[in-house]
């Protein structure tokens, strides 16, 4: 089995010491009404600075899983990577519904379905930054909205839903 970084395959041996749930950069701008600029994270200089303090005492990957509609970055992890040295897994997929990206709307199930594989096998967002795991995604707390039904369905790719 081998690890899909944003530089690229990695064998698993090579991985070494992980953060398993990061999120480098993000922007939670419009999450629960917050608006304010300390909920967005876009700074490639200080998030470089940050993650070498990760790596200088032997820390050797991370899995970054901000989703799109909360600032993936994929070019941006790709020089993060690239400045650290730190080996950067990329997650891919969609969280929750207040930061869903009109496509969770607008396609059927199948067709995210195949969105999610384009990316994985292609690149996201017009990058060829390929993810190497499906996540973050979640649900409201006490029941599943039909757009978060869709997109969990999307991993499975079931058209039979709305």
Known sequence: ?????VLGSIQPEALGTTLMHEHTFCDLWEWGGRLDYNAVVDDETLLADELSCFRAPGGSALVDVTP?????NPA???RLSEQTGLHVVM?????????YPRCVYELRIN????RLIRELSDGAQASSVRP???GELG?????ITTAEERVFRSRGADDSAP
Do not use: K, N
Request: proline share 0%; with cysteine.
């Open 1 to 5: 089995m081998i690890i899909q970084t």
């Open 139 to 143: 649900t409201e707390r006490f029941h």
């Open 132 to 134: 190497g795991v499906i």
């Open 91 to 99: 997650g891919c997929g969609w969280y929750r519904e207040r930061v």
């Open 76 to 78: 941006g992890l790709r």
């Open 111 to 114: 067709q995210l379905a195949d």
């Open 68 to 72: 799109e509609g909360v600032g993936r």
